[in-house]
Nanobody, 122 residues
Framework: QVHIIESGGGWVQVGGSLRLSCEASGRTFQDFAMGWFRQAPGKSRDFVAAINWPGSYTRYADSVKGRFTISRDNAKNTVHLQMNNLKVEETAVYYC???????????????WGQGTQVTVSS
């Protein structure tokens, strides 16, 4: 079992930045690829970014490329998502997830956090 807790969400103006953090405990953190997803009210949970277990490969949704950066610190069992130049339409609950393989699909992730709210205001 893996327990995941996200933090760092909040309110920010358009064009601002936030850094989300995700701390995992339980099974060996290095066993897992980690992903970030987001879900706006009434919409599906969408892929944002993912990183493999060594941290050597990352993947991003096209809409966030060049603005978001995912990173991980295996010694601290943490994953971060640096989000820059945020847009109003990126207001959502952001979820961190752990899975056996790096994937853009929610079904490939076995463990999920409770999410952290990000609100981007104009």
């Amino acid at each position: 079992q893996v327990h995941i807790i996200e933090s760092g969400g909040g309110w920010v103006q358009v064009g601002g930045s936030l850094r989300l953090s995700c701390e995992a405990s339980g099974r060996t953190f290095q066993d897992f690829a980690m992903g970030w997803f987001r879900q706006a009210p009434g919409k599906s949970r969408d892929f944002v970014a993912a990183i493999n277990w060594p941290g050597s490969y990352t993947r991003y949704a096209d809409s966030v490329k060049g603005r978001f950066t995912i990173s991980r610190d295996n010694a601290k069992n943490t994953v971060h998502l640096q989000m820059n130049n945020l847009k109003v339409e990126e207001t959502a609950v952001y979820y961190c997830a752990a899975g056996n393989l790096l994937s853009t699909m929610t079904g490939e992730y076995s463990y999920w956090g409770q999410g952290t709210q990000v609100t981007v205001s104009s």
